[in-house]
């Protein structure tokens, strides 16, 4: 006997009932209402119109409705004014998952199923051919989980953090073994049972390749790192291994780095949602910076950083709201000739790079530096 799984989920129905009884507290804080100048897609918007179709016992059924569901980037800047701290971004993806089940999510987001299961991931090449190259034994240090953008898209990335941790005295090995994409698509698209089965298969794969719960997986991309402490728990998967990021490993090494002359000038470092927010990880980036640059770190954000847009599948779904957000977020970043803005998540770098501005890897940065090369070369 099968059990039919409710459209909306109570955990997510009483989420936004909390929002429906609201005065909107956190309505200025949405980039994508700002962007669209919409009060549809506030968050009070967007929850309340699930928390009405959780109440009728429905889908989402015309297409504005499924649409409003997509128009958020999980960057849960709401969250930080929300007084029941509520997870407005988790609600709207089981909200997802209802239209997915329903049969009216958007094309752009039902094609990442199709994606996943013909490739197990959003990327047009084979990914396991691509990670052939690192392929090697164990390395004290732990193993690096790199993602699948930096495996298809910036593999110099990843040759950037292995060098950076060698000369901190903790090699990595680049964990080759399958899957090798933590799944978040599928999470942000609405396929919520096929993201539970890939967070298993993920957890199990690294378990075995990193040695258990002695063993560390060190996450190249935040927004991969997030999604493995975050959302894995929301669907009672257990990594039961150490997992740090990137920027929280070296800067926990950073006192075996060699002795470097800093690069002149300083850094202007720009946090990453999933980094900031997700994992209230706001200092470890700020350190290494400092270390880098003789200047030291200019990082007016923190955790009340503005989104990209790069999030939440907008950038599939609504590309040009997400190219508005990234937009808005780049009249914020200083414009001197001098200023080297940074970021330590890929996926924030290359959305804004979409939009005309230019945004340097922070461990590309790291790794320059404890390599003893010229800051300039990074510009070119
Ligand atoms: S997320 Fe919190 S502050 Fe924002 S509308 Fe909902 S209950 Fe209100
Ligand atoms: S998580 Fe971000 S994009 Fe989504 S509703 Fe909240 S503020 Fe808006």
């Given at each position: 006997m099968s059990t039919r799984l409710p459209l909306v989920p109570q955990t997510a129905a009483a989420a936004s009932r909390l929002c429906v009884y609201c005065p909107k507290m956190c309505r200025f804080s949405?980039?994508?209402?700002?962007?669209?100048?919409?009060?549809?897609v506030t968050p009070w918007g967007k929850m309340t119109m699930l928390a009405l179709t959780a109440a009728a016992g429905r889908a989402p059924t015309v297409p504005e409705e499924a649409e409003a569901l997509y128009a958020c980037s999980g960057c849960l800047r709401c969250q930080t004014y929300c007084t029941h701290e509520n997870d407005v971004p988790a609600a709207l993806y089981a909200g997802r998952a209802a239209a997915v089940r329903a049969g009216v999510a958007p094309a752009a987001a039902v094609s990442v199923g199709a994606a996943f299961r013909a490739r197990g991931s959003l990327e047009a090449i084979d990914l396991q051919s691509a990670a052939t190259r690192w392929t090697g034994p164990r390395k004290r240090g732990g193993v690096l989980f790199a993602g699948c953008e930096a495996l298809a898209?910036?593999?110099?990335?990843?040759?950037?953090?292995?060098?950076?941790?060698?000369?901190?005295?903790?090699?990595?090995?680049?964990?080759t073994a399958a899957p090798l994409c933590c799944?978040?698509?599928?999470?942000?698209?609405?396929?919520?049972?096929?993201?539970?089965?890939?967070?298993?298969?993920?957890?199990t794969s690294l378990r075995t390749h990193a040695g258990g719960r002695a063993g560390r997986v060190v996450v190249l991309e935040p927004r991969c790192a997030e999604t493995m402490v975050?959302?894995?728990?929301?669907?009672?998967?257990?990594?039961?291994?150490?997992?740090?990021?990137?920027?929280t490993f070296l800067a926990q090494h950073l006192p075996a780095a060699p002795d470097r002359s800093p690069f002149p000038g300083h850094a202007v470092y720009h946090d990453a949602c999933a980094l900031a927010r997700g994992l209230a990880e706001t200092e470890a980036p700020r350190e290494l910076l400092k270390a880098a640059f003789a200047g030291g770190v200019h990082a007016p954000e923190?955790?009340?950083?503005l989104c990209c847009g790069a999030g939440g599948l907008m950038p599939r779904t609504l590309p040009l709201?997400?190219?508005?957000m990234a937009r808005r977020l780049a009249q914020t970043l200083p414009a001197g000739a001098d200023d080297m803005v940074v970021s330590a998540s890929g996926a924030c770098?290359?959305?804004?790079?979409?939009?005309?501005?230019?945004?340097v890897d922070l461990v590309a940065v790291v790794?320059?530096?404890?390599?003893g090369g010229n800051k300039g070369v990074m510009h070119g």
């Open positions: 949405c980039p994508v209402s700002e962007a669209t100048r919409s009060e549809t898209r910036e593999p110099h990335t990843i040759d950037a953090m292995l060098s950076a941790t060698k000369a901190l005295g903790v090699p990595l090995s680049v964990h799944g978040r698509p599928l999470l942000e698209a609405g396929f919520a049972e096929a993201f539970a089965a890939r967070a298993e298969r993920v957890a975050r959302h894995y728990a929301s669907v009672g998967v257990e990594l039961a291994l150490t997992v740090n990021t990137a920027t923190g955790s009340d950083v709201v997400a190219a508005g770098r290359r959305h804004l790079a979409d939009v005309g501005t230019s945004v790794s320059r530096w404890l390599a």
